[in-house]
């Protein structure tokens, strides 16, 4: 979703057998206007595809469609032009090799040009796309070293910044506009320490003042299932990156970390933790929450916060979606993610300026068509600059038919009300 409140949702639509599945998208060109009916924006075996729209309603998808039998992906790139609702043809980006299934991720600059960045164990890449010719360019190697779950946001000046992880660390580079070429990379987490594969996923985010917050887990120990703590590291422009700094509390095992920054430069990130039951070479224990922390723009982080609580998850459960967040203009932040209790449900939770949270709310019914039970999965969230919130989802209903639903919220508002399902996918 952009500034003004249009936004795109992008899913895979599974096919009958031996039919290709399709990449689907539905858009919303205004911040109070109607879902448009979902189009088909590539048939191909995908992975994860994402998708940005920049100030204007110019959208980009970028996702990884390839064999498992060589261990290598294409990366591809879709483009739907401002004011259209047909996507363009795909445009053959890249190779990846022994990362199939890994994500690309997508950015705009303020002024329409997007970032495509992918890794691979020979190195991360990026491709860009300049708005003023439309044309995609040869793309760059930003790191020779092999890297995955690569990362890429822009600021206000068009500086690109990516974050990734490397075999040992997290590393990160910039690419200043003004000098159009890659910076060489840095590690910007701890010394010694293993991201651990999945868990250790970076996320980023960038305010207007063009200071960037990044954020990981990475494991706690060399032993084995050591659990994993969130860090985090910031760079303000023109500076380097300030040492890494642990947020989560030690012991607990984290992972699934995500961050968003207001306008104001206050970052707010999430993570699902579980507590082991001496925080060394054990299975965790403790059942899994969704907790908070907000940096303030003095760079401060504050104290956590539970956003669930341990009795209101089964004792032999796991959250397996991963919690997101976004940031309004004013403070306002809304989280989302996957609960597991007796049923099945999405909840959200809004957060206020400085740090504090409201009680969650449940988004939509654990039931479809006639009472059939729902699992959900993939929640995504974002805010616009007025505030307005839309979560989307999908869910899957006994026939393992997917369902895409999604909910919209309004600060006014005192719930999120449901919207109606926009297509089917998987």
Same mark, same amino acid.
């Given at each position: 979703?952009?500034?003004?409140?249009?936004?795109?949702?992008?899913?895979?639509?599974?096919?009958?057998?031996?039919?290709?599945?399709?990449?689907?998208?539905?858009?919303?060109?205004?911040?109070?206007?109607?879902?448009?009916?979902?189009?088909?924006?590539?048939?191909?075996?995908?992975?994860?595809?994402?998708?940005?729209?920049?100030?204007?309603?110019?959208?980009?998808?970028?996702?990884?469609?390839?064999?498992?039998?060589?261990?290598?992906?294409?990366?591809?790139?879709?483009?739907?032009?401002?004011?259209?609702?047909?996507?363009?043809?795909? =445009?053959?980006?890249?190779?990846?090799?022994?990362?199939?299934?890994?994500?690309?991720?997508?950015?705009?600059?303020?002024?329409?040009?997007?970032?495509?960045?992918?890794?691979?164990?020979?190195?991360?890449?990026?491709?860009?796309?300049?708005?003023?010719? /439309?044309?995609?360019?040869?793309?760059?190697? =930003?790191?020779?070293?092999?890297?995955?779950?690569?990362?890429?946001?822009?600021?206000?000046? /068009?500086?690109?910044?990516?974050?990734?992880?490397?075999?040992?660390?997290?590393?990160?580079?910039?690419?200043?506009?003004?000098?159009?070429?890659?910076?060489?990379?840095?590690?910007?987490?701890?010394?010694?320490?293993?991201?651990?594969?999945?868990?250790?996923?970076?996320?980023?985010?960038?305010?207007?003042?063009?200071?960037?917050?990044?954020?990981?887990?990475?494991?706690?120990?060399?032993?084995?299932?050591?659990?994993?703590?969130?860090?985090?590291?910031?760079?303000?422009?023109?500076?380097?990156?300030?040492?890494?700094? %642990? =947020?989560?509390?030690?012991?607990?095992?984290?992972?699934?970390?995500?961050?968003?920054? %207001?306008?104001?430069?206050?970052?707010?990130?999430?993570?699902?933790?579980?507590?082991?039951? %001496?925080?060394?070479?054990?299975?965790?224990?403790?059942?899994?929450?969704?907790?908070?922390?907000?940096?303030?723009?003095?760079?401060?982080?504050?104290?956590?916060?539970?956003?669930?609580?341990?009795?209101?998850?089964?004792?032999?459960?796991?959250?397996?979606?991963?919690?997101?967040?976004?940031?309004?203009?004013?403070?306002?932040?809304?989280?989302?993610?996957?609960?597991?209790?007796? /049923?099945?449900?999405?909840?959200?939770?809004?957060?206020?300026?400085?740090?504090?949270?409201?009680?969650?709310?449940?988004?939509?019914?654990?039931?479809?068509?006639?009472?059939?039970?729902?699992?959900?999965?993939?929640?995504?969230?974002?805010?616009? %600059?007025?505030?307005?919130?839309?979560?989307?989802?999908?869910?899957?209903?006994?026939?393992?038919?997917?369902?895409?639903?999604?909910?919209?919220?309004?600060?006014?508002?005192?719930?999120?009300?449901?919207?109606?399902?926009? /297509?089917?996918?998987?």
């Amino acid at each position: 979703m952009n500034a003004k409140g249009a936004a795109v949702a992008l899913w895979v639509s599974e096919q009958a057998e031996g039919a290709e599945n399709e990449i689907r998208a539905a858009s919303r060109p205004t911040d109070y206007g109607r879902w448009e009916a979902a189009v088909t924006v590539a048939k191909t075996e995908t992975f994860s595809p994402v998708v940005a729209i920049d100030s204007r309603g110019s959208a980009i998808a970028a996702w990884s469609s390839g064999h498992t039998n060589n261990n290598e992906a294409t990366v591809w790139a879709a483009v739907r032009p401002e004011g259209q609702r047909r996507w363009l043809v795909p =445009v053959k980006l890249g190779i990846t090799e022994n990362a199939v299934g890994d994500r690309p991720s997508v950015a705009f600059d303020s002024r329409g040009n997007a970032f495509v960045v992918w890794g691979s164990s020979r190195g991360v890449r990026a491709a860009i796309r300049r708005s003023q010719s /439309g044309r995609w360019q040869t793309p760059i190697e =930003v790191s020779a070293t092999g890297g995955e779950n690569a990362r890429v946001v822009l600021d206000a000046r /068009g500086d690109a910044i990516v974050a990734w992880e490397g075999f040992t660390d997290v590393q990160a580079a910039i690419r200043p506009e003004r000098a159009r070429r890659w910076q060489a990379p840095v590690s910007i987490s701890g010394p010694g320490l293993g991201t651990g594969g999945n868990p250790g996923g970076p996320s980023l985010a960038v305010d207007r003042r063009g200071t960037v917050v990044a954020i990981w887990s990475l494991t706690e120990g060399v032993y084995n299932n050591a659990p994993h703590i969130i860090q985090s590291a910031s760079k303000q422009p023109g500076h380097p990156w300030t040492p890494p700094v %642990d =947020v989560s509390q030690p012991g607990w095992d984290t992972g699934a970390p995500d961050v968003a920054m %207001d306008s104001r430069g206050d970052a707010v990130a999430v993570w699902s933790a579980a507590m082991g039951e %001496d925080g060394k070479d054990v299975e965790v224990s403790g059942t899994p929450i969704v907790q908070a922390a907000t940096r303030l723009a003095n760079g401060a982080w504050q104290p956590l916060i539970d956003l669930t609580s341990p009795d209101s998850v089964p004792s032999n459960c796991e959250l397996d979606g991963e919690p997101e967040v976004a940031a309004g203009p004013r403070g306002n932040t809304i989280a989302v993610w996957e609960h597991v209790s007796d /049923g099945e449900s999405i909840q959200a939770a809004e957060g206020t300026a400085g740090g504090a949270w409201q009680s969650y709310t449940e988004l939509g019914p654990s039931t479809f068509g006639g009472g059939q039970q729902l699992r959900f999965k993939n929640p995504q969230v974002a805010v616009d %600059d007025r505030g307005n919130a839309v979560a989307v989802w999908s869910s899957q209903v006994p026939t393992n038919r997917m369902v895409i639903q999604m909910s919209e919220y309004r600060p006014l508002d005192l719930t999120f009300p449901v919207m109606s399902s926009s /297509g089917h996918g998987g």
